[in-house]
């Protein structure tokens, strides 16, 4: 259920050129007049400007660049993505905390958002650097009502989701690396780690977790990272506002997904292709026995990499080291 909050950022937003009175206020949300009081001055709190002006009502006059439930509420044009909204300044991995979410029966649809991760995962268990307002540190909880092997899928989905709300957004011009890396001149802007709890032909539930480097600069990267990682402000030269961009993400996140349950894997397909990263070129892959030399075709239904060679002909490589 919407909570009242969340109806009063609303009403506030929705009427923010003029004033609204306490009295409307209260009729409308069906709460006394200082328990409005008490709400405006919470989202004081949260860096809201609220005027109040006697005789006339409340008026929002800026709402605040930071994150929390409010303020991503606040603007955010999704019908069910991000209803619910957990928002933690620091945690050790917002996956852990969606996971938990889960067990304890949070919808689907339910998006986790921390400021700062202190065990950030990324895939194959690798750590995952997420400094503090720095970047998005996000995992989109669902519950699909698609066969577990078509999990992969979703991660392709938000892959594509990803890219194309950085080159909606940004001047840089995003590739997806197989799987699901989003590169920017060749290196590192943002990654997605999926996770699943399943049986054997059913879905319980898929944690999506986004990690966006944002407002890095070089030097807020570990060295190891600061020849292969880069961030929108690196790569643009300005700082983004992390909130709009995590309701824009949001907001392309629905659209696609809806649009995937709706028509199925196609058009996720072409467009991943449309992004993905060197394309018709030569590539070498690696796995424990041999190495070779192929060109990289694509992507399969089922997310392998679809490659060929002369004498093999089309081949899908589901792991192995990639030499791009
Ligand atoms: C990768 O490229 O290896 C995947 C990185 C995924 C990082 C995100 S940040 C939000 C969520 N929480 C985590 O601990 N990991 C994912």
Same mark, same amino acid.
């Given at each position: 259920?919407?909570?009242?909050?969340?109806?009063?950022?609303?009403?506030?937003?929705?009427?923010?050129q003029?004033?609204?009175?306490?009295?409307?206020?209260?009729?409308i949300?069906?709460?006394?007049?200082?328990a409005?009081?008490?709400?405006?001055?919470?989202?004081?709190?949260?860096? @809201?400007?609220?005027?109040?002006?006697?005789?006339?009502? @409340?008026?929002?006059?800026?709402? &605040?660049?930071k994150?929390?439930?409010?303020?991503i509420?606040?603007?955010?044009?999704?019908?069910?993505?991000?209803?619910?909204?957990?928002?933690?300044?620091t945690?050790?991995?917002?996956?852990?905390?969606?996971?938990?979410?889960?067990?304890?029966?949070? /919808?689907?649809?339910t998006?986790?958002?921390? !400021?700062?991760?202190?065990?950030?995962?990324?895939?194959?268990?690798?750590?995952?650097q997420?400094?503090?307002n720095?970047?998005?540190?996000?995992?989109?909880?669902?519950?699909? !009502?698609?066969? /577990?092997?078509?999990?992969?899928?979703?991660?392709?989905?938000?892959?594509?989701?990803?890219?194309?709300?950085?080159?909606?957004?940004?001047?840089?011009? /995003?590739?997806?690396? #197989? &799987?699901?890396?989003?590169f920017?001149?060749?290196?590192? *802007?943002?990654g997605?780690?999926?996770?699943?709890?399943?049986?054997?032909?059913?879905?319980?539930?898929?944690?999506?977790?986004?990690?966006?480097?944002?407002?890095?600069?070089e030097? !807020?990267?570990?060295?190891?990272?600061?020849s *292969?990682?880069?961030?929108? =402000?690196?790569?643009?030269? =300005?700082? #983004?506002?992390i909130?709009?961009i995590?309701q824009?993400?949001?907001?392309n996140?629905?659209?696609?997904?809806?649009?995937?349950?709706?028509?199925?894997?196609?058009?996720?397909?072409?467009?991943?292709?449309? @992004?993905?990263?060197?394309?018709?070129?030569?590539?070498?892959?690696?796995?424990?026995?041999?190495?070779?030399?192929?060109?990289?075709?694509?992507?399969?239904? !089922?997310?392998?990499?679809l490659?060929?060679?002369?004498?093999?002909?089309?081949?899908?490589?589901?792991?192995?080291e990639?030499? #791009?």
């Amino acid at each position: 259920m919407e909570s009242t909050r969340n109806r009063l950022i609303e009403l506030l937003e929705k009427n923010h050129q003029r004033y609204i009175s306490g009295q409307s206020l209260s009729e409308i949300l069906n709460i006394s007049r200082s328990a409005i009081w008490k709400h405006m001055k919470e989202l004081e709190k949260d860096g @809201y400007e609220i005027e109040g002006v006697s005789k006339k009502g @409340y008026r929002i006059v800026k709402s &605040p660049d930071k994150v929390s439930e409010n303020t991503i509420q606040w603007g955010l044009k999704t019908s069910w993505l991000g209803k619910t909204i957990i928002h933690k300044p620091t945690t050790p991995t917002t996956q852990e905390v969606a996971h938990q979410a889960a067990r304890e029966g949070a /919808p689907h649809g339910t998006v986790v958002i921390a !400021d700062e991760q202190t065990a950030g995962k990324g895939r194959m268990a690798r750590p995952w650097q997420s400094t503090k307002n720095k970047g998005i540190w996000m995992s989109i909880l669902l519950n699909p !009502d698609i066969l /577990p092997v078509m999990a992969p899928q979703l991660t392709l989905l938000s892959a594509t989701v990803l890219a194309e709300s950085l080159s909606q957004l940004t001047s840089a011009e /995003p590739k997806i690396k #197989w &799987p699901n890396d989003i590169f920017i001149q060749h290196r590192k *802007t943002a990654g997605i780690l999926t996770e699943m709890q399943a049986e054997q032909d059913q879905i319980q539930y898929v944690v999506i977790g986004i990690g966006l480097n944002v407002n890095q600069t070089e030097d !807020d990267f570990q060295e190891a990272l600061q020849s *292969t990682a880069t961030s929108l =402000k690196i790569e643009t030269g =300005k700082n #983004w506002s992390i909130k709009y961009i995590i309701q824009h993400i949001l907001k392309n996140f629905e659209c696609a997904y809806d649009s995937f349950l709706e028509e199925g894997f196609p058009a996720v397909k072409e467009k991943w292709e449309s @992004y993905g990263y060197r394309i018709g070129e030569q590539i070498r892959i690696r796995t424990r026995h041999k190495e070779w030399e192929a060109t990289f075709l694509g992507i399969a239904e !089922d997310g392998a990499l679809l490659s060929r060679t002369e004498n093999d002909g089309v081949r899908k490589i589901y792991s192995a080291e990639i030499e #791009w």
